[in-house]
């Protein structure tokens, strides 16, 4: 982590896999059995023990998350959502999209973990236009920053400079 900014929602420039939190948030698709991008990295980085216990669970539905444990990573649990994949943006994305992190701040507050680190959803190879998403990201987990440190993980630096005049813009005057 190079470089990171304080707002309602912790906006970090860095790599997901070497936060130290609570639970990490995999960005999963619908089998939980690893991935391409964040999902890939995730896997990899906590050991083959994550994939068993991934089999386990029966996957996942879009707009749902489900819990593991972290194994070989710095966090103690994992996360995983599977976000939707973007079309138009009339077919219920931002709903779906909403959904995936108020589903991992219920598991959260379920387990009563104090941090949790999330990388951007569906921004990726599911196609949701980057600002979109990172306006989604900052709206929706805001209100659940206080009894939880939430951390939004950038892993490029355009990003994280795109999330910083977002968070900006909506955050700032408050």
Do not use: Q, W
């Not at 990490?24 to 391409?36: K, P, S």
């Not at 879009?62 to 943006?89: F, M, N, Q, R, S």
């Not at 108020?102 to 379920?110: F, L, P, Q």
């Amino acid at each position: 982590m190079d470089i990171s900014k304080k707002y309602p929602v912790t906006l970090v420039c860095g790599d997901i896999t070497k936060i130290k939190a609570d639970a990490i948030v995999n960005a999963a698709n619908e089998t939980l059995l690893g991935g391409g991008g964040v999902d890939g990295a995730i896997h990899a980085a906590a050991g083959p023990r994550l994939l068993e216990e991934c089999r386990t669970l029966g996957g996942c539905r879009t707009g749902e998350a489900k819990l593991t444990k972290g194994y070989d990573l710095p966090a103690k649990y994992v996360i995983h959502t599977v976000g939707p994949i973007y079309t138009d943006g009339a077919r219920g994305e931002r709903a779906l999209l909403e959904s995936c992190y108020r589903s991992c701040m219920d598991i959260a507050k379920r387990e009563g973990f104090r941090s949790v680190a999330f990388p951007l959803i569906s921004a990726g190879v599911y196609g949701y236009p980057r600002d979109e998403a990172i306006e989604v990201a900052l709206t929706t987990l805001a209100p659940y920053a206080g009894d939880t440190a939430v951390t939004l993980v950038l892993y490029s630096r355009p990003t994280y400079e795109a999330a910083c005049r977002i968070a900006g813009r909506l955050f700032e005057n408050d």
